[in-house]
């Protein structure tokens, strides 16, 4: 999938090159060191987009102006570089004009770390950035729809905190986040729609639960929006209050998933292990769904989860996780590793004081 990678000015990288073999790598090494930053790279390069940040410009490494990744990815030499006058794309040595025709044939990504407990018991936030991070990849028009709302939300909520809003220019503002609003919902609801199979499979799974002995706890998902089922319905009833609160109250960006164990809500009624279960199918189901969609298998970044789970929840991630899929996982040990005979046969990096040694 990925063959190799080179970096400069990226995080704590001045430099970074790698070549990776076929089936992935473990890259190992204290906290602090960049492992994750490596993941990171990977990710800009293939998506244009960390699940870490929405903001290109805060992985310029301190002191530089700009960064720059470069690789080889299904067989197609990629690159991206970043500085104050923009992004620059190219593949095969030819520059993609727009995101949207670089991100056209970049290759799947499902990114799984620590911080991912968070989709349980986090905020809808955390939970709209999840759907956002896997909507890029699903409907190739869904990042221009992002983009186009986000500009017209902070564009309208500037105008609702004037002494009088300009109703006029608020609801030019509000015909593109009807738009670009309702495309986003409608691609939210038939994703969630397409997670619920594979997340209850993946759940099952992890839960050490099969077809035979099907685990006791039951998972479901909905995509509950903030107002009415259509924008402009949903703006005409948040008048008064938008007025009031002088702010966007209603639309994807206050939109939620909810997950709910044996018909309860997650968040707060699941055990931290039940929540990690949760979560670990979320992902697990978004790489089929993703797998599915695109006709090709997601590269997996694993940041560190093998170290931070149970025995059997780690081994039952690994059975579950595709065998054929190429993955780059990082970790501080290695204790896990002897639990799974295939993942022993992964190449190991040792990465430390800012080199890759293996």
Not at 155 to 167: F, G, S
Request: proline share 3%; net charge neutral.
């Amino acid at each position: 999938m990925v063959k190799s990678l080179r970096a400069i000015h990226f995080r704590c990288w001045k430099e970074l090159s790698i070549e990776m073999p076929d089936s992935g790598a473990i890259f190992v090494g204290q906290n602090a060191q960049g492992k994750t930053s490596i993941l990171e790279a990977v990710c800009v390069l293939l998506r244009l987009q960390s699940p870490r940040t929405h903001k290109l410009g805060t992985m310029v490494q301190s002191c530089e102006r700009g960064f720059g990744i470069a690789g080889e990815a299904w067989e197609e030499q990629r690159k991206v570089r970043y500085d104050a006058d923009g992004l620059i794309c190219e593949v095969d040595q030819e520059a993609r004009d727009t995101s949207a025709a670089y991100l056209r044939d970049g290759g799947l990504v499902v990114w799984m770390g620590n911080e991912d407990l968070e989709l349980v018991r986090g905020s809808g936030e955390v939970r709209r950035r999840y759907l956002d991070f896997m909507g890029v990849q699903w409907e190739p028009e869904y990042r221009r729809h992002w983009s186009r709302y986000r500009r017209a939300l902070k564009a309208k909520n500037t105008l609702l905190k004037e002494r009088i809003p300009d109703d006029k220019h608020i609801a030019a503002y509000e015909e593109i986040m009807i738009e670009s609003g309702d495309a986003l919902a409608h691609a939210r609801a038939s994703m969630v729609v397409g997670l619920q199979q594979w997340a209850v499979e993946s759940h099952q799974a992890v839960s050490l639960g099969d077809a035979a002995h099907p685990s006791k706890e039951s998972i479901s998902l909905e995509y509950r929006p903030a107002g009415s089922l259509t924008m402009r319905a949903a703006l005409a009833q948040a008048y008064e209050r938008e007025r009031r609160t002088r702010q966007s109250v209603v639309g994807p960006h206050r939109d939620d998933l909810v997950l709910l164990l044996n018909g309860m809500p997650a968040s707060d009624y699941a055990s931290e292990g039940q929540q990690r279960t949760l979560a670990l199918a979320l992902k697990l189901a978004q790489g089929k769904l993703l797998e599915q969609r695109g006709g090709k298998m997601p590269l997996y970044l694993l940041d560190d989860i093998f170290g931070e789970l149970d025995r059997t929840r780690r081994n039952a991630l690994m059975k579950a996780l595709p065998a054929h899929a190429q993955k780059w996982i990082t970790t501080t040990s290695l204790d896990w590793l002897s639990e799974d005979s295939s993942y022993q046969a992964l190449h190991q990096f040792q990465v430390a004081g800012g080199r890759i040694i293996g």
